[in-house]
C-alpha cells in the first residue's frame, strides 16, 4: 500500500487489509510504504490511529518507511492512493513485470476507473472517516478476490 506521507493512508490501508487477512485465515503479506521523507520513521498520524481503533484495528506500531523498488520483488501487488503515488511508484518500475503489479487500490472497487482515495492530511476529522470507507470498501473486494482465487 503506498500513498505520499506513509502516515495517513497507506498505514491506515495496510492495518485494514492485514486485519481483514487475518480475519479469513488468508496468509498473505501487507505492508506500507511513502515516497515523501519527511515523515521518515514517524508513527502513523494521530488521527488514522484514531479511526480505525474506532473499527477495532490497531495500527499505532507502524513506521513510515519510504518506498524501495526491492519492493517489487518482495509483493505481487503495488495499491497506489492516487495518481501522484501512480507516477511516483510506475517511475521506480524496471520492467513490465513490475508496471503490471501497480494499480489504484480504488480501482478495486471501480476497476480501470483511477479513483483516488484523497490527502486527507490538511482537512478535518470527516476527511479520515471517508479515507477509512473508502479503503475498508477496496479491501473487502481483495479479500472477495483472493478467497475466489484460491
Ligand atoms: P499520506 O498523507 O500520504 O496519506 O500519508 C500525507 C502526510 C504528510 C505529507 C503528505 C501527505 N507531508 O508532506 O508531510
Known amino acids: 500500500m503506498v500513498c505520499l506521507g506513509n502516515i495517513c493512508r497507506s498505514p491506515m490501508a495496510e492495518g485494514i487489509l492485514r486485519?481483514?487477512?487475518?480475519?479469513?485465515?488468508?496468509?498473505?503479506?501487507v505492508d506500507s510504504a511513502g515516497f515523501e521523507p519527511f515523515h521518515k520513521g514517524d508513527p502513523p498520524d494521530r488521527r488514522s490511529v484514531e479511526i480505525t481503533r474506532k473499527y477495532g484495528i490497531d495500527i499505532?506500531?507502524?513506521?513510515?518507511?519510504l518506498f524501495n523498488v526491492s519492493d517489487f520483488d518482495h509483493y505481487d501487488k503495488i495499491f497506489?492512493?492516487?495518481k501522484r503515488n501512480y507516477?511516483?511508484?510506475?517511475?521506480?518500475?524496471?520492467?513490465e513485470d513490475?508496471?503490471?503489479k501497480v494499480d489504484f487500490l480504488l480501482n478495486q472497487i471501480n476497476p480501470k476507473s483511477k479513483n483516488e482515495v484523497p490527502d486527507p492530511?490538511?482537512?478535518?476529522?470527516?476527511?479520515?472517516?471517508?479515507?477509512?470507507?473508502?479503503?475498508?470498501?477496496?479491501?473487502?473486494?481483495?479479500?472477495?478476490?483472493?478467497?475466489t482465487s484460491k
Not at 60 to 65: K, N, P, Q
Not at 87 to 95: F, H, L, T
Request: hydrophobic share 30%; aromatic share 8%; proline share 0%.
Open 60 to 65: 499505532s506500531g507502524t513506521r513510515s518507511r
Open 98 to 100: 513490475d508496471k503490471e
Open 121 to 147: 492530511y490538511y482537512g478535518g476529522n470527516e476527511g479520515f472517516e471517508n479515507v477509512f470507507r473508502l479503503i475498508n470498501q477496496a479491501c473487502d473486494r481483495i479479500i472477495i478476490d483472493l478467497r
Open 80 to 82: 497506489v492512493m492516487d
Open 87 to 95: 507516477m511516483d511508484v510506475m517511475y521506480e518500475a524496471r520492467n
Open 19 to 29: 486485519h481483514k487477512l487475518d480475519q479469513h485465515d488468508i496468509n498473505a503479506g
